[in-house]
C-alpha cells in the first residue's frame, strides 16, 4: 500500500501526510454529512410523490369517468370538434429552487381551472357534461403538473446522492486506508532508523571504551 | 487534480447554496417577491405561506430578529446526524415546530427532527456545513 503512495521515510514526509489525512478525515465526515443530509430530502421527495400520484390517478379516474359520460351525452365527434376549439394555453412560472447546491426545479402555477367562458368554445352549443369533464381535467393537470416538478427533483437528487456516495467511498475505503498505511510505513521506519542509529551510537561508544 | 485538490474544491463547494445577506421575516413579508442571492449566484425563494406560518409563530417584535433562512448548522464534531440551530428568534421558532419546550441558548437537534423541520419548511430553512 505504502508502496503505492511512493512516500519517503523523512518527518517532513510524515508531518505533511499527517495533514492530509486530516484534511481526507474531514472532507469525509462533512460529505458523509450531506450525504445523510441529501437521503432526508430523498426521502421527503419521494414521499411527496407517493401522495401526488395517488392523488393524480384518483382525479384522472374520475376525469375520463366525466369524459366518457360526455362522450355518451354529447356525442364522440362533438366532442372532439369542441376541444379542438378549446384554449390550451396555461400561464405558470418556472424557476429553480436549491437544496444544497442542487439546482430542482420549482413550478408555481396560477390558476388551472378556468370560467366557462375562459375555455373558448360556444356554451350555446355544447352541454353541461362537457363543461364538468373539462373542470375534472384541469384539476387533473395541475396536479400532474405537480407530480412532475417533484419527479425531475428526486432525479437531481438521486444524481447528487449517487455521486456523493461514491466520494464518500473513495474517501473511506481507498483514500484514507492507503494515507494511514502510508502513514504507519514511516513511523515504522523511522522508528526503524532511530534503533538503528541507538545501537550504533552504543557500538561506537563500546568501541571507544575498548580503545581506552 | 490530486485527490487533495479535489477534497479542497469539494469542501469549497459545501455552502455555495447559502445566502450573500439573509433576510428578516419582516422584511421577506413586505417584499413583493422574498427571495435571496446564494454565493453561487443562484437565487433562493421564499413561499409566501411559510412566511405567513413563521410570522404566526413569532410575536410582532420577534419578526426584525428572524433571519432567513433558518441555519440547520451540521458539524460532523458534534456526532452523525446531530444539527445546530443559532440564534434567539430561529431557536424560538424551531423549537415550536417541533414542539419542543421553550428554553434559551442554541438548540442541538437530531435526525429525525431535521427531516420533520425540512418538511414543515422546506423554503425556509437551508442546510450548513461547518467544521
Same mark, same amino acid.
Given at each position: 500500500m505504502a508502496t503505492a503512495l511512493a512516500v519517503s521515510p523523512t518527518r517532513m514526509e510524515l508531518l505533511k501526510l499527517r495533514q492530509r489525512v486530516g484534511l481526507a478525515q474531514k472532507g469525509h465526515d462533512l460529505l458523509k454529512e450531506k450525504m445523510d443530509a441529501l437521503v432526508i430530502e430523498f426521502f421527503e421527495v419521494l414521499r411527496r410523490i407517493q401522495e401526488a400520484r395517488t392523488k393524480a390517478l384518483e382525479q384522472l379516474s374520475v376525469a375520463h369517468r366525466a369524459l366518457s359520460m360526455c362522450f355518451a351525452v354529447v356525442g364522440t365527434l362533438e366532442t372532439k370538434q369542441v376541444c379542438r376549439e378549446a384554449k390550451r394555453e396555461l400561464q405558470m412560472e418556472i424557476s429553480t429552487r436549491h437544496i444544497m447546491g442542487i439546482a430542482v426545479p420549482a413550478v408555481e402555477v396560477g390558476?388551472?381551472?378556468?370560467?366557462v367562458l375562459a375555455r373558448?368554445?360556444?356554451?350555446?352549443?355544447?352541454?353541461?357534461v362537457l363543461d364538468e369533464a373539462s373542470r375534472e381535467f384541469e384539476r387533473a393537470l395541475k396536479l400532474l403538473i405537480e407530480l412532475s416538478e417533484l419527479n425531475s427533483s428526486a432525479f437531481a437528487l438521486a444524481r447528487e446522492l449517487e455521486k456523493t456516495k461514491r466520494r464518500v467511498n473513495a474517501l473511506e475505503y481507498i483514500l484514507i486506508p492507503r494515507l494511514k498505511e502510508a502513514l504507519k510505513f514511516i513511523m515504522m521506519r523511522l522508528d526503524e532508523m532511530e534503533r538503528e542509529n541507538f545501537t550504533r551510537l552504543k557500538r561506537i561508544k563500546a568501541m571507544l571504551e575498548e580503545r581506552e | 487534480m490530486s485527490a487533495d485538490r479535489i477534497i479542497k474544491f469539494e469542501l469549497s463547494k459545501l455552502?455555495?447554496? &447559502? @445566502?450573500?445577506r439573509r433576510l428578516s421575516l419582516r422584511e421577506a413579508l413586505s417584499s413583493p417577491k422574498p427571495q435571496v442571492v446564494a454565493r453561487d449566484g443562484s437565487v433562493h425563494t421564499f413561499k409566501r405561506e411559510e412566511l405567513e406560518f413563521l410570522a404566526g409563530l &413569532? @410575536?410582532?417584535?420577534d419578526r426584525d430578529k428572524l433571519q432567513l433562512p433558518i441555519l440547520i448548522a451540521l458539524e460532523p464534531k458534534l456526532g452523525r446526524g446531530t444539527a445546530r440551530i443559532s440564534g434567539e428568534a430561529e431557536v424560538k421558532v424551531v423549537r415550536q415546530v417541533l414542539k419542543k419546550k421553550p428554553a434559551a441558548g442554541e438548540l442541538l437537534i437530531y435526525r429525525p427532527e431535521v427531516a420533520i423541520l425540512r418538511r414543515k419548511l422546506p423554503t425556509t430553512t437551508q442546510y450548513l456545513f461547518s467544521w
Open positions: 390558476e388551472v381551472e378556468r370560467n373558448g368554445y360556444s356554451i350555446h352549443t355544447t352541454s353541461s | 455552502n455555495v447554496h &447559502l @445566502p450573500v &413569532l @410575536p410582532e417584535a
